[in-house]
């Protein structure tokens, strides 16, 4: 037993001064603390903050960067796109004329169609579909014969390079 009572601590003074030491001491200690969970809380969101920034406005600036390089990239195949079909509308113009000067040097096209006017005016339709079909395309013969006329004058006016 007697182990049993030297094995005990010493009881503590029950002062009113230890205790209100002791309540000081943990006041200061839980103010310490709060202050440093709210300095931590305001360096939490203000990181949190920042990097919510830094996203939308990395996002923004991706955003215009690719907006540029596709606007870059419409307007190089617009331009592909308008020296092909010029390329293809000299080739067709001159291949236009290859033919016009082998199959008739000496005749225009202008008078070509006039040849075929009078060839279809000779013509005796044998049923009202192929008159009809013969004056159409009398028609448009004299009308494609008139646009031609029309572009030879103003190829008078303007000579094509």
Aim: hydrophobic share 35%.
């Amino acid at each position: 037993m007697e182990n049993e009572e030297t094995k005990q601590t010493p009881p503590k003074e029950n002062s009113p001064e230890s205790l209100a030491s002791e309540l000081e001491t943990i006041r200061e200690s839980l103010q310490k603390r709060k202050s440093e969970t709210t300095t931590l809380k305001i360096l939490f969101y203000t990181g949190l903050a920042v990097l919510l920034f830094g996203f939308i406005y990395t996002n923004q600036t991706l955003q215009r960067a690719q907006y540029r390089s596709l606007e870059s990239n419409i307007n190089l195949l617009q331009n592909q796109m308008n020296h092909t079909l010029i390329l293809l509308e000299k080739k067709l113009h001159g291949e236009i004329q290859d033919l016009d000067a082998q199959v008739n040097g000496t005749l225009s096209l202008h008078e070509r169609i006039q040849n075929m006017n009078q060839a279809l005016d000779q013509l005796e339709p044998q049923s009202t579909s192929m008159g009809i079909l013969l004056e159409k395309v009398q028609r448009n013969s004299k009308e494609l014969s008139q646009m031609m006329q029309a572009l030879e004058s103003q190829k008078e006016i303007l000579p094509v390079p």
